[in-house]
């Protein structure tokens, strides 16, 4: 008994889990059903189940209307169903249906050449008790959202408030629908199907009749109730391609024997009627369309996930709530894309140039989302979010930016900074090497210093620059007079011991009194630097040390050399 009863507890686990197939559809099955304080409302994973299980394109066709309106028993005439098989139907004063139910088996049909599954859903009736007004709402708007055919099942006339039930639709309608023609909508409108149950219409068609309910009341004192029914009126009117109207008569007096009754028993007229009915609904029941896509059951599923999501947001269903739903997905797409385009550029730029990348980024995201947003007048919110969180990300790709700049600017600037420490300390002083290397360090800084950052270490790199420039002028001559004494001396005894040549001794005996006796006639070797001969020697000098060819500096050991040898001669 007890394995018994644990494989009972298992089975039972999985069943409530939905892991158990269900092996029997044709029955009614709830999708949606009311929270415990009945305002708001869940998804029946059990119901669900028999729409997954579809691959074919899906339709829905809902009837909606006040409680013990005659909903349920309409559904079981549309499908052919007895009572006892079909939906459950209610005499009693508590509306029998909760939430939202669909009948399991779908009817096959074939639409514009594509085979589609049609799911037939029963809706709880408005104005019963115990309920809320806002609960009604939702269960209005799920219908409404969610479905290709809309029944909207009156009895005898229509009323005010029925027509102020239909808001909702209405601001669906300019808000998802009034996209321009031979783009993708957001998903097609439900066919509205005013459905008038009563025997006589008193010498006009159904039809004329919802015109007149449909005619702006006079409003003189300015009562802002009737003033948004007229609205509503105006907004249906306009919408007359996508309705149409058909009465239906008693079938028969006694409503309470109704369920088992036979088509025999039941008024003929109605019979006929309904059967017109069927092929009403039919004729214009479509596959539910969801930015040009046809649904299949899961998707479906998800679909209907996303529109309670957004229906059970806030105290109020609101169309705002169901457009920031459905625009989330496409604003974190569009976000993507901008981030994407923003990663192909190679940072460090000029701010200019990234505002410019920045701008083409955010208008390619722009036009993206323009295309494929659901809603108008509520989208403005989700473009406006779409652009706060562009914004935001475009802050971090400016402080990435900064950090680029001021990092390669920072780099370039301790490189100059080394090869100008460098020059100072030239074993053969050179004016034009020194230049030469103060150019490439200032051309290489405006080419490769870009962004936020150059202005300030453009600055920096001047300062820095022009100091080494004047310490290198300072010692620059002092160096290279001390050089050419010692110079000197080395050429006369590598001209009388070396090379035995008095032509070479004779020069440097030249060089070397011209540059002692003037230094001691001036009494300073400052004065020497502003004679024309001086400006000879320094050229001289530059030529044979430095040239974009030769570059004595650069061979170590003659320079090294060189400089030993100098001190040798000075010394003696």
């Known amino acids: 008994m007890s394995f018994r009863c644990l494989v009972f507890s298992v089975l039972l686990c999985l069943s409530a889990s939905g892991l158990l197939a269900i092996e029997n559809f044709h029955q009614a099955f709830p999708i949606v059903e009311p929270d415990p304080g009945h305002t708001k409302l869940r998804l029946s994973r059990e119901g669900l189940e028999t729409i997954r299980r579809i691959t074919n394109p899906i339709a829905a066709i809902a009837v909606i209307g006040p409680y013990r309106s005659g909903k349920s028993f309409l559904l079981n005439q549309l499908l052919s169903l007895s ?3 079909g939906f459950g139907v209610g005499h009693m004063r508590d509306t029998k249906t909760k939430g939202i139910w669909v009948w399991g088996n779908p009817v096959e049909m074939e639409i514009d050449g594509s085979r589609t599954s049609v799911f037939y859903l029963d809706t709880e009736g408005f104005e019963s008790i115990g309920k809320s007004n806002v609960y009604d709402d939702r269960i209005f708007a799920l219908a409404t959202v969610m479905s290709s055919v809309l029944i909207y099942n009156l009895p005898e006339t229509i009323r005010e408030a029925d027509i102020s039930r239909l808001s909702f639709a209405v601001e669906l309608a300019e808000e998802f629908y009034g996209r321009v023609k031979g783009q993708d909508v957001a998903f097609e409108p439900a066919k509205l199907v005013w459905l008038i149950q009563r025997d006589f219409l008193q010498g006009k068609s159904v039809q004329e009749m919802v015109h007149d309910a449909l005619q702006r009341v006079p409003n003189d004192k300015g009562d802002k109730n009737i003033d948004m029914v007229n609205q509503i009126r105006n907004s249906l009117a306009i919408m007359g391609d996508n309705s149409t109207a058909f009465s239906l008569p008693q079938p028969h007096l006694l409503r309470t024997k109704l369920c088992d009754m036979k088509d025999e028993e039941l008024d003929p007229i109605y019979v006929k009627r309904r059967e017109q009915l069927k092929k009403l609904v039919a004729s214009v029941t479509r596959p539910k369309i969801v930015q040009g896509k046809f649904l299949n059951g899961n998707e479906f599923v998800a679909f209907m996930e996303q529109i309670l999501e957004a229906l059970n947001k ?31 550029v190679r940072l460090p730029l000029p701010e200019q140039s990234l505002q410019d990348a920045h701008e083409r980024s955010k208008k390619e995201a722009m036009d993206v989302f323009d295309v494929q947003h659901f809603g108008r007048q509520h989208a403005k919110k989700s473009v406006m979010q779409l652009d706060e969180e562009i914004q935001e990300a475009y802050k971090n790709v400016i402080m990435a930016n900064e950090y680029q700049s001021s990092k390669i600017c920072e780099s370039l600037y301790t490189r100059c900074e080394d090869k100008m420490d460098q020059l100072q300390v030239l074993r053969l002083p050179s004016m034009a090497k020194f230049n030469a290397g103060f150019l490439q360090c200032n051309q290489s800084f405006a080419h490769e210093c870009v962004g936020p950052s150059k202005a300030n270490y453009e600055q920096r790199m001047m300062k820095m620059l022009g100091k080494s420039r004047s310490l290198f002028i300072k010692e620059y001559n002092h160096r290279l007079f001390n050089w050419l004494v010692a110079f000197s001396l080395v050429m006369v005894v590598v001209g009388r011991f070396i090379l035995k040549f008095i032509m070479i001794e004779m020069g440097a005996w030249v060089l070397f009194i011209f540059l002692e006796t003037y230094t001691r006639m001036f009494w300073s070797a400052e004065s020497l630097y502003y004679n024309p001969v ?23 050991i003659f320079s090294h050399t060189l400089k030993e040898f100098c001190a040798v001669v000075t010394s003696i």
């Open 83 to 85: 009572c006892d098989e």
């Open 314 to 344: 806030g105290e109020i269903p609101s169309t705002g709530s169901l457009v920031e739903v459905f625009n989330k997905g496409i604003l974190e797409r569009c976000l993507k894309l901008y981030n994407e385009r923003m990663a192909k």
């Open 534 to 556: 001086w400006h000879f020697i320094v050229s001289t000098w530059e030529t044979l040390v430095y040239s974009p060819v030769l570059d004595l500096d650069r061979y170590e």
